[in-house]
């Protein structure tokens, strides 16, 4: 099973910063099947980023993913108020399908 | 809109059981791998199980494996769960989450969730 730990466990920034969240494996994750969610309190998870590096339908482009191997990259260019919430990476390379424990971006 | 939309979760006793349902609308359902994720109180979101879009593959996560059964009536659009032998640790909102194709692929949409709560 591929272990996904991200980091920070939070990340306390204001409106208009830029944010970067990483997402190492503990295995490579093959071909970069790495997708990133966003989840807001009360609100199920919504998907961001897939393929590590391809926006989502109707997700602004201040939102980019990278990376490949095991260490992958969320980054948010300019901090919205709304982009305050907990954000997750997922890997779908291998089975079973495992999620990283969390970022939560929280307002400074 | 691509829609999905969970039911039948609610309180029961450890060792019972429990039918979750995720109505979908919006696309051709029988086209698609559909899974079930879940999220602990408090916790992270967890990969419980998935199913091919015709039905005839099944997959598990090894704390479920045994226990929950996964199906589709794709007549009728609709997902389901059964779950058996209830553990207090199944305590959790589930969702269910379309995936891109006909793998087990990133999640999108998702429903809204239901509240699995396991307690005597």
């Known amino acids: 099973e591929i272990v996904l730990t991200q980091s920070p466990g939070t990340l306390s920034l204001s409106p208009g910063e830029r944010a970067t969240l990483s997402c190492r494996a503990s295995?490579?994750?093959?071909?970069?099947?790495l997708a990133w969610y966003q989840q807001k309190p009360g609100q199920a998870p919504r998907l961001l980023i897939y393929?590590?590096?391809s926006r989502a339908t109707g997700i602004p482009d201040r939102f980019s993913g990278s990376g490949s191997g095991t260490d992958f990259t969320l980054t948010i260019s300019r901090l919205e108020p709304e982009d305050f919430a907990v954000y997750y990476c997922q890997q779908y390379g291998s089975s079973p399908r495992t999620f990283g424990q969390g970022t939560k971006v929280e307002i400074k | 809109e691509v829609q999905l939309l969970e039911s039948g979760g609610g309180l029961v006793q450890p060792g019972g059981s429990l039918r979750l349902s995720c109505a979908a609308s919006?696309?051709?359902?029988?086209?698609?791998?559909i899974t079930w994720v879940r999220q602990a109180p408090g916790k992270g979101l967890e990969w419980v199980s998935a199913i091919s879009a015709g039905g005839d593959s099944t997959y598990y996560a090894d704390s479920v494996k045994g226990r929950f059964t996964i199906s589709r009536d794709n007549s009728e659009n609709t997902l389901y769960l059964q779950m058996n032998r209830l553990r207090a640790e199944d305590t959790a909102v589930y969702y269910c989450?379309?995936?891109?194709?006909?793998?087990?692929?990133?999640?999108?949409?998702w429903g809204q969730g239901t509240q699995v709560t396991v307690s005597s």
């Open positions: 295995q490579t994750v093959s071909s970069s099947s």
């Open positions: 919006g696309f051709t359902f029988s086209s698609y791998v």
């Open positions: 393929g590590a590096s």
């Open positions: 989450a379309k995936c891109s194709g006909n793998y087990i692929s990133w999640f999108d949409p």
